[in-house]
Structures are given as structure tokens and as C-alpha cells.
């Protein structure tokens, strides 16, 4: 009795075939909506799949096929799940050229993320001996496929890192971080600039007619504007209207009416309760990329905040919230107009500030230090290394 054989499943070619087609489908989706250093996790990878295969195993093999052609990246995050990122094709066509020894080094970098690693660290984890390793990492450098910077935790160490990965914080210090060290003429000028900015802002500038004209005494006779002349001045300001040019006045003197001309004398006020036009995070981020103190280096939103909050510990700048607002409003006022920002500017300049005696935590160097968020045991300012601490202690009487 003859039995009907099963019939036969698809030949592994055209299995192959049709998992390459998906892959260059999903590739193409997935480079369009997520950038190269953009975590892609499973859910969005299947939001991601618009004509690759509805069951999730076969999708699971296409993404393999991808990681083994190099052209998605795995990752395992802190609380264990999977990810991966695209990698750009070129990258992925470079790393087929690489020999033996450059591949398991660019593997280890790669791996390292935004830290960096160090060439020790690189000759540990991949066992080659340190000829080696320098003559792969040369050659990487040559293909342009890796960057290094140097480390503000550990002074003076070359860290690498691939191409296109921006180091982060830690590793590197930041914006006001130059080859590992901190860039105080960087963080004076911009904290000098915002304070001149913000004064500007923070106060209302009038100028306050004087009348004068000359009796029939020969004697100066000074009238100042009236309380009505003041008020239509400062509403005109106010109302971002330009003011008049003061009018010429006729005073009645002895000798009968005679003209005088009018002085300005320049007078600050202050904005009245609940103003709102007072420079936000935003706007003054904006603002100092905006001038040429950067030397075209785009600062971020959080490299000013850190500043800010220097300013505000020191007095010059202070806070201020509306929390009635939604989103609650937070901006920055100065605590001197303009003129009296520009002095004190000048006399930190000069070394001829003096500071006030400040409270607990301003007097100690911790209460001031701009990189206050990157001090910690091992980070790239710490207790054990820092010479400002060790100063004060020495001044404190017991």
C-alpha cells in the first residue's frame, strides 16, 4: 500500500530570498524613523514593520539577519531588555574590510557606547598584546571610523569612541570641558554675559527729564517733571512705546518767561508684581548661542541651567516662578539694572569683587562650583582631588 509523500516546504533559497527582501523593507523603515544612536526595542520595530512578516518568529529572524549583516546593533539594557540600533550601511560595509585583529577592537569600542574605553581596557578585554592593539586603533583612525577624546575622570587618558557617538558627560565634562579639563575662562565669560543680558531685561529703563534754565540771578533754577509727567513717561516705556523728546518748557522768572532746556538723567524701575516677560532657560540659551562666545559650539539647555544655578548661589541672578501658570513659568531676573550689572562685571574682571559672606552652603566651595552635578567618588571632580576644598578647610579657625 502506497502512502502520498508530505508535501515538501520551501526550499531554503527562497526562504533566504524572501528574509532578505523583508530585511531591506524593515532596514529602510527603521533608518527613516530612528536615528543611528536612537534605542529601537521590539515594540517599536514591529510599529517600524509595515510589509515584513506578521509572525513575530519569522520578524525575530530578520532582525537576526540584520544584526549578522551588521546593519542592526544589539544592545541589553540596565533593566534587561533587549534593543538595538541601526547602523548606518556604510559603517557596516567598512566592518567587512576590517581584518581579524581590527574587528574585535572596534567591537569593544563600539560596546563602550558614549564612556569611551581606554586602549588598557581595549588590550584586557580582547587579549592581544598592546603592538596590537596601537597599530588596529591606527588603522580605525585611518578609516575614520572612530573618534577619541580625552577623559575628564581620569586626567590626561586617550579614550575611543566610534565615529559619530557624542561622549558623554561623565566621561567627557561637558560643554565647559576642554580636553578633560574644566574651561574657566569659558564659564566667567558666559557667566558675565548672562548676568549683562538678564540685567537688561530684569529692569525698566526711563530717562527722567530735569528741567533747567538760568534766572535773571545768573543762578541755575531746577524743576524736576511732575508726579503726571512721570507717569505718562513710564506708561509710554511700559507700553514698549517709544517716548517723546522731552518738549522745551517756559518757566516764569523775574525777567518774565524764559525757555530752558531739558536734561535726561537715566533711571532704572523695576517691572511691576506678576511680570512675565522676564528671559526663561530657553531664552537664554538661545540668546548665548546666538553671539559669538562660543566660537560656534552650540551650547545646551542643560550646560546653561548648570551655570544659572552658579549665578543664582552667588546673588547675581535669582529665580522667578509663576506656578499659577500651566506649564508653571520659571525665569530669571537680575538683582541689578544694567549699569550696575556692567560695574560689577568690571570689577570681577579686575579681581576686585568682593563676596558677601553668604550662608552654609555658599560659603563652602561646593555651594558655588559650576560642575557641582559631575563631582562624585571616581567622577571627573571629586572631594579627594579637589584643591578649592582644601583651601577653605585651611582657613577655617577652630
Not at 525777567?255 to 508684581?273: F, N, Q, V
Not at 563652602?364 to 559631575?374: A, E, N, Q, S, Y
Request: aromatic share 8%; net charge negative.
Amino acid at each position: 500500500m502506497s502512502t502520498a509523500s508530505p508535501a515538501p516546504g520551501p526550499s531554503r533559497p527562497k526562504v533566504l530570498s524572501q528574509t532578505k527582501a523583508w530585511a531591506e523593507g524593515l532596514y529602510t523603515q527603521c533608518s527613516n524613523v530612528f536615528s543611528p544612536e536612537t534605542l529601537m526595542f521590539q515594540d517599536d520595530i514591529v510599529q517600524a514593520n509595515i510589509d515584513g512578516p506578521e509572525d513575530l518568529k519569522e520578524l525575530m529572524q530578520v532582525i537576526q539577519y540584520l544584526v549578522d549583516q551588521r546593519l542592526f546593533q544589539l544592545h541589553e539594557t540596565l533593566d534587561k531588555r533587549l534593543a538595538w540600533k541601526v547602523v548606518p550601511k556604510d559603517d557596516a560595509e567598512r566592518y567587512k574590510k576590517l581584518a581579524g585583529d581590527e574587528k574585535l577592537i572596534y567591537q569593544a569600542i563600539e560596546t563602550a557606547g558614549s564612556s569611551g574605553i581606554w586602549s588598557g581596557h581595549i588590550k584586557n578585554q580582547t587579549g592581544l598584546h598592546q603592538q596590537k592593539v596601537q597599530k588596529a586603533i591606527k588603522s580605525l583612525q585611518q578609516r575614520d571610523m572612530i573618534n577619541h577624546f580625552v577623559s575628564a575622570k581620569h586626567s590626561g587618558r586617550k579614550m575611543f569612541i566610534r565615529k559619530g557617538v557624542k561622549p558623554s558627560d561623565t566621561a567627557a565634562g561637558g560643554s565647559w570641558f576642554t580636553d578633560g579639563e574644566l574651561d574657566r575662562d569659558l564659564v566667567s565669560a558666559v557667566g558675565n554675559f548672562i548676568v549683562l543680558e538678564v540685567a537688561a531685561r530684569s529692569w525698566v529703563k526711563i530717562e527722567e527729564p530735569r528741567l533747567q534754565g538760568t534766572s535773571s540771578t545768573g543762578k541755575n533754577h531746577k524743576r524736576r517733571m511732575s508726579t503726571v509727567e512721570a507717569e505718562e513717561l513710564r506708561a509710554s516705556v511700559l507700553g514698549n512705546e517709544e517716548p517723546e523728546e522731552p518738549p522745551r518748557k517756559r518757566m516764569k522768572t523775574e525777567d518774565g518767561h524764559r525757555t530752558i532746556e531739558s536734561k535726561l538723567k537715566a533711571r532704572y524701575m523695576r517691572h511691576e508684581p506678576g511680570y512675565t516677560g522676564y528671559p526663561t532657560l530657553e531664552d537664554i540659551t538661545s540668546i548665548v548661542n546666538s553671539s559669538e562666545l562660543t566660537s560656534g559650539v552650540t551650547l545646551a539647555s542643560t550646560d546653561i541651567s548648570q551655570l544659572l544655578d552658579v549665578l543664582c548661589w552667588d546673588d547675581r541672578l535669582y529665580r522667578v516662578e509663576q506656578p499659577n501658570l500651566d506649564p508653571p513659568l520659571v525665569m530669571y531676573k537680575s538683582l541689578m539694572n544694567r549699569e550696575e550689572a556692567q560695574v560689577d562685571v568690571a570689577q570681577r574682571r579686575a579681581g576686585k569683587v568682593k563676596i558677601g559672606p553668604g550662608n552654609g552652603l555658599t560659603d563652602i566651595p561646593c555651594g558655588r562650583c559650576p560642575v557641582f552635578d559631575l563631582c562624585e567618588e571616581g567622577g571627573p571632580v571629586n572631594a579627594d582631588n579637589c584643591k578649592y576644598f582644601d583651601e577653605w578647610f585651611q582657613k577655617l579657625e577652630f
